[in-house]
Structure formats: structure tokens, C-alpha cells
């Protein structure tokens, strides 16, 4: 009976999140100059495990400043290989994980030539040529260019577009790229930015070993527990014995996953809005504004940097103080330590989305039974609310669940750099189902987001998140 009802409540579960996947999956293409780092393998093997929730288009071997003259479209072949020995027991846990050779087909090829040199007549490549055809499918769902290296073969496409398509339909298939870059790794970023400044586009520009956004998820953070990102932790969780995928992620050489946060906030949580970039996700939290130049440290990289000529979603910065764990009384309490930097809007999820990584890595191996899978965070209300100035509502996450039947932990908080309202708000006892709130007293219409943290007990600890919008308006 016991195992009937197991049964019962894997495929409930099952159900749940297939239907989250078809409603939430993003579509991406991946630009890597893998084999320049070994970080690109790293990232690589993190994202298969999330092939089931991110819609894969490609995946084009690239050069950049660091590889200028060859490609290694083999290197991320070998990968999905080792993927797709792992990929039956990967499909125990949830559905959707696609076969190897479904991966293999979408290996694709840039030009062996740095930055510009590649972009122009006769320089079309098969992963130019591609980023077009892929755009040009029947699909209403935004493009995701998730840039890993240099970013040369998508400035062909939009070369190609530019030249062979009319004014309307250039226009209607650059509306749908969105491109992450890890900062500007070739010459052909700007030369992007200049020449088409309507292309949504997230990137640190200029000295992005320093001052990047996406260095957060490597950065050794002083006044943190920063063991998620250590070496013994990646050995234990990652590499040994974790079947043929685990085998495949080399020793760190510079930094750790550096190319992660370009397609982390694509991953369904609850957190991540892809289309939002300033209301803060896995990947980091970003806002439109044209850098001021002046201000835009230089060094750390050989490629040329230059003063923007239009927005561009880039570094943002929240003041962040962390919970933690109290060992009597409410299980939870503020640190005595605060951060303010745009390093932070990335790290202070790491710890959640690095046992992310670890459970999947599980999945490799393990039964279901003996993994852990996330909590399914539920409200009994509507994410959008809308209360008047001074008026009492509640916020109750009561029907969540967990598909392993472990234990749940609440943690609600105001995240204000996401909201107009920037005032303090005091949510009493943050650690419960439910917390009971008065509306703030506004002289105009302000927005309030709360986070809901959602984690369970199991091992590695997973959480999964609900974001509520409550509109204050005046009386």
C-alpha cells in the first residue's frame, strides 16, 4: 500500500511539473568558446540537467578572445555522450529529459575567426545561418541567446537579417532575441549594440573579471559561508560518483561556472522572470540604463571596451542581508552583516542554486526514492493583490507540498529594489505559512513585491520560491 501511494503522489508530481514546463520553458541557443576554459564544460553539464525545462535550439562552438582561431564543437559532443548515458535514470524523476541524439543534431558551427573578422560578406556559418532559421519557426516565444564566449556568430545573423529581410520583418525577428552575454568576450558586442538598439541585451560591460554582476556566482565572499563554490564541495557533489555525467566536470582552473549565470534565470522556479531582468533572479538582477563611461573600470580582458550609445540591461545593486539559522527560539534571524554591490543580486542565491545542481546530479544515479526533489510552493490566493493605503491583507502559502513528503520551511521577505515602495516593511514572524500585513500608508500608487522562499528538509535542502505583486493604492 505504501508503494501504491508513492506511486500516486510521483505522478502527481510528475504531472505538476510537466504542466509548469509547458507553460514556462524557455527557448535558448548557446554560444561557447568551450575548450578556452575549462568553465564552458562546467556550465555545460549543469545545464543538460535542466534540458528538460529549458527548450534547447542549439548549441554553436564559438570563438572568443580567449579562443580566437579554432572551435570545438567535439568538446560539447563528448558531453552530451556522457548525458546520454545517464539520461534513462535522469527520466525517473521528471519527464522531458531529451534524447542524446535530439542534443547532438543541434551541434552547430561558428567560423573559426575572432570578433569581427567574422562578420561580413561570405562569412555566414552554420551557426549564423541557424540563430535565423530557428528564429524564423512559427513560435511566439522570445529567442534566448545565452552567450558563453564571443558573440560574432550571432552579430552574422543579424548582419543577414539587416541585409536580406524587409524593414517590417527584420524588425519582427530581432523583437523576439533576447541575448545574456558574459560581458564582452569579442569585438562584435558593441558593434551589436551600436548597430541594432532596439536588441534587448544584458551584459557587464568593461572590466568583467572585476566588476561583473555574473562574477557572483564565483566570488569569494567575505563574511559568508562560501563552501557551495570550494573545491571539496564540487568533488563530493558534482564529480565522484555521480555516473558518467559527473566524470565529465574538470577541475576548476580560473572560476567556477563563470557562463552559468547566462541561462540560470531561464531555469522555472517561482523566482526567475526572464522578461523582468530588474526584479531579481538565479542569474542576477539587472536594469536598464546607458552606463556612464567614464565610470566603467577598464582592464581584465583584451577586448576594447567603449562608451554605450544606448541602454542596455546591466549591473544593479541591492542592499542584502542574509537570514540564518538560529538554534532556539524562531528558527531563523537576521544577520549582523550587510551587502550592498551588484555582485550580491547573484550570490545571495547560490547556496539554493547550488543544491539545485547537486539533487540533479543525484538523479543521475540515485532511485527516486532515494533522491530529493523540490517542494511545490502553492498560495491560497491570487500572486496579484491589490489593497488600499493602510488596509490589512495576508499572505498564505498553506497548500504547498512536497513530492518526498519532507518537512517545509517558510521564509517570507520584501525584496524592495524590485519595488516602487523602498520602505522598510515589517512582516512579524517571517517563518510561517502565513503572515498578516497592513498596507502601508502612499500618497500615490506604489507596488510592493514579496518573495516567498519555500524549502524542504531533504539532502541536499531545495527551494523553490512564489513572487507576490501587491498594489497599494491611495485612499
Same mark, same amino acid.
Given at each position: 500500500m505504501k508503494t501504491f501511494y508513492l506511486?500516486?503522489?510521483?505522478?502527481?508530481?510528475?504531472?505538476? &511539473?510537466?504542466? $509548469?514546463? #509547458?507553460?514556462?520553458?524557455?527557448?535558448?541557443?548557446?554560444?561557447?568558446?568551450?575548450?578556452?576554459?575549462?568553465?564552458?564544460?562546467q556550465s555545460l553539464v549543469r545545464l543538460l540537467l535542466y534540458s528538460n525545462q529549458i527548450d534547447i535550439k542549439g548549441i554553436v562552438a564559438t570563438t572568443s578572445c580567449w579562443l580566437q582561431n579554432r572551435i570545438a564543437p567535439e568538446s560539447i559532443e563528448r558531453v552530451i555522450r556522457a548525458y546520454g548515458k545517464v539520461q534513462p535514470n535522469l527520466l525517473?524523476?521528471?519527464?522531458?529529459?531529451?534524447?542524446?541524439? &535530439?542534443?547532438? $543534431?543541434? #551541434?552547430?558551427?561558428?567560423?573559426?575567426?575572432?570578433g569581427m573578422k567574422g562578420v561580413g560578406d561570405g562569412k555566414n556559418s552554420e551557426g549564423s545561418d541557424w540563430i535565423i532559421k530557428v528564429l524564423e519557426e512559427k513560435d511566439d516565444r522570445p529567442l534566448w541567446i545565452s552567450v558563453w564566449g564571443g558573440v560574432n556568430t550571432l552579430a552574422q545573423s543579424l548582419e543577414q537579417i539587416r541585409k536580406t529581410k524587409s524593414k517590417k520583418e527584420a524588425q519582427r525577428l530581432i523583437s523576439k532575441?533576447?541575448?545574456y552575454t558574459i560581458s564582452d568576450q569579442d569585438d562584435s558586442g558593441i558593434w551589436i549594440r551600436n548597430n541594432f538598439p532596439d536588441l534587448f541585451y544584458i551584459v557587464?560591460?568593461?572590466?568583467?573579471?572585476?566588476?561583473?554582476?555574473?562574477?557572483?556566482?564565483?566570488?569569494?565572499?567575505?563574511?559568508?559561508?562560501?563552501?557551495v563554490i570550494s573545491n571539496n564541495w564540487i568533488a563530493q557533489n558534482i564529480q565522484q560518483d555521480h555516473g558518467p555525467l559527473g566524470s565529465e566536470y574538470p577541475d576548476v582552473a580560473w572560476g567556477v561556472e563563470g557562463d552559468t549565470p547566462a541561462f540560470l534565470s531561464l531555469i522555472p522556479n517561482g523566482l526567475n522572470e526572464p522578461e523582468h531582468p530588474e526584479w531579481g533572479a538565479w542569474g542576477g538582477r539587472y536594469e536598464l540604463y546607458k552606463p556612464d563611461f567614464s565610470k566603467t573600470k577598464k582592464g581584465g580582458s583584451i577586448v576594447t571596451i567603449a562608451p554605450e550609445t544606448r541602454p542596455i540591461w546591466t549591473n544593479a545593486v541591492d542592499n542584502y542581508t542574509p537570514y540564518i539559522p538560529k538554534e532556539y527560539g524562531r528558527s531563523v534571524k537576521r544577520d549582523t552583516i550587510t551587502f550592498k554591490d551588484n555582485k550580491v543580486t547573484l550570490w545571495r542565491w547560490r547556496d539554493d542554486f547550488q543544491n539545485d545542481f547537486a539533487a540533479r546530479m543525484d538523479w543521475c544515479t540515485q532511485t527516486y526514492e532515494e533522491a530529493n526533489h523540490p517542494p511545490i510552493p502553492e498560495l491560497t490566493h491570487s500572486d496579484l493583490l491589490t489593497v488600499s493605503s493602510?488596509?490589512?491583507?495576508?499572505?498564505?502559502?498553506?497548500?504547498?507540498t512536497d513530492p518526498d513528503g519532507d518537512n517545509l520551511s517558510y521564509l517570507w521577505f520584501h525584496y524592495p529594489e524590485e519595488s516602487s515602495y523602498k520602505e522598510k516593511i515589517d512582516l512579524g514572524a517571517e517563518n510561517v505559512h502565513i503572515v498578516n500585513l497592513r498596507a502601508p500608508e502612499v500618497e500615490k500608487k506604489e507596488t510592493v513585491h514579496f518573495i516567498l522562499k519555500l524549502s524542504d528538509k531533504g539532502s541536499p535542502a531545495l527551494s523553490r520560491y512564489k513572487r507576490v505583486i501587491v498594489t497599494v493604492l491611495p485612499n
Open positions: 506511486f500516486i503522489s510521483f505522478c502527481l508530481a510528475c504531472s505538476i &511539473t510537466t504542466f $509548469a514546463q #509547458i507553460n514556462q520553458k524557455n527557448r535558448v541557443i548557446v554560444l561557447t568558446d568551450i575548450e578556452a576554459d575549462p568553465d564552458d564544460t525517473k524523476h521528471e519527464a522531458g529529459f531529451p534524447k542524446p541524439e &535530439t542534443l547532438t $543534431a543541434l #551541434i552547430k558551427k561558428g567560423l573559426p575567426e575572432y532575441l533576447r541575448v557587464s560591460p568593461g572590466d568583467f573579471y572585476a566588476s561583473a554582476t555574473w562574477t557572483g556566482i564565483n566570488s569569494y565572499i567575505n563574511g559568508i559561508d562560501n563552501s493602510g488596509e490589512a491583507f495576508s499572505l498564505d502559502a498553506f497548500k504547498s
